[in-house]
């Protein structure tokens, strides 16, 4: 798919609500959302509500679809389209949902690891310098009041990336019409 500019994937997210119609031209339902590619931020699947009176959901991978006049035509048939795997619409998707429906669509999941990528332990902590001396050498014995042992600690403070959660951010704009009163001020000489 061929990288999408911010001008695409505005036009693309304005699709919510359109007829979603499958390689025939045949309707499948309608589209109620679209869903964002978590590393790249690109529109990557839509969700199609399908079924008597829309209830079932089904994710179509946004590749090749195109948008026409009476909807937006999408690359496979009505088929392959309400046979595909039954995942949770109002989560994000998992990896492992993802890679499903990938397979069922035939598409090349790709090496990209989102857990691997994002949750990596941190990097071991860097090496000592090698010109401490013994470490740990007690010079204490019979005569303790002539020698004593001193100790000290190193910490060694650093930061590391790490996953915290995820989230999928809707943006809805609602225009809202209000009334109000306005204070005018106005000055009269007489």
Do not use: C
């Not at 999408?4 to 994937?9: A, G, H, I, L, V």
């Not at 079932?56 to 937006?72: I, T």
């Not at 809707?170 to 306005?182: A, G, L, M, N, S």
């Amino acid at each position: 798919m061929a990288p999408f500019t911010e001008q695409d994937t505005q036009r693309i997210t304005e699709w919510r609500g359109r007829d979603a119609l499958d390689n025939d031209g045949d309707k499948l339902g309608e589209i109620s959302e679209i869903y964002l590619d978590r590393s790249t931020g690109a529109p990557q699947w839509a969700l199609v509500s399908t079924g008597l009176l829309g209830t079932r959901k089904s994710f179509v991978p946004l590749e090749g679809g195109q948008e026409e006049p009476d909807g937006v035509r999408f690359a496979y048939d009505k088929g392959r389209i309400k046979d595909a795997p039954s995942v949770d619409a109002d989560e994000e998707l998992s990896s492992e949902e993802e890679q499903r429906l990938y397979r069922h669509y035939g598409l090349d999941w790709g090496d990209f690891d989102y857990e691997r990528q994002y949750a990596e332990p941190p990097p071991p902590p860097a090496p000592e310098p090698a010109d401490r001396g013994a470490v740990g050498h007690d010079t204490s014995g019979p005569r303790t009041d002539e020698a004593m042992t001193r100790s000290e600690e190193e910490i060694a403070v650093g930061t590391t990336a790490q996953e915290a959660g995820r989230a999928r951010l809707r943006k809805y704009v609602v225009t809202e019409h209000v009334q109000t009163t306005v204070p005018v001020q106005r000055e009269e000489r007489r």
